[in-house]
């Protein structure tokens, strides 16, 4: 896996939800507490719900590198890194959106497009990391 793809896709992929967030001038951490809340969902304290949120995102897009690293081809990896990682968002925020379950309420009470755009951000830098 290249690392460095991994590290820049995992800071840099958060930068539509979070340029969005402050254009907004709502709380750029909402969407790392939503995360968090998926891991610890009777928690409300912020600073444990920010701690799970980043492990969750670590784990994540690790698993996702991992897959993406092995599934992109060789030819255009940044466009279909891209399309994957609209695949991921598909995926990821159609569970967190149709799941009754409690623990998705504050995924799914995020603005979806800001979340979307991470997630193709994701998959374009993995892509752009190269073999």
Same mark, same amino acid.
């Given at each position: 896996m290249d690392r460095s793809a991994l590290?820049?896709?995992?800071?840099?992929?958060?930068?539509p939800s979070t340029g969005w967030a402050l254009l907004r001038r709502v709380d750029p951490l909402a969407a790392t507490r939503a995360a968090g809340s998926l891991v610890l969902p009777a928690e409300r304290r912020h600073v444990p719900l920010v701690a799970a949120g980043l492990t969750a995102h670590l784990a994540l897009s690790v698993?996702? !590198?991992?897959v993406l690293e092995a599934a992109l081809p060789a030819r255009r990896r940044v466009a279909w890194g891209a399309v994957a990682g609209l695949a991921i968002a598909a995926l990821d925020l159609g569970? !967190?959106?149709?799941?009754? !379950?409690?623990?998705?309420a504050p995924v799914s009470e995020l603005p979806l497009w800001p979340q979307v755009a991470d997630h193709v951000a994701f998959g374009g830098l993995i892509g752009f990391g190269g073999r």
């Open positions: 590290l820049r896709a995992m800071v840099l992929s958060g930068l698993g996702w !590198a991992v569970i !967190a959106h149709t799941s009754p !379950a409690p623990r998705f």
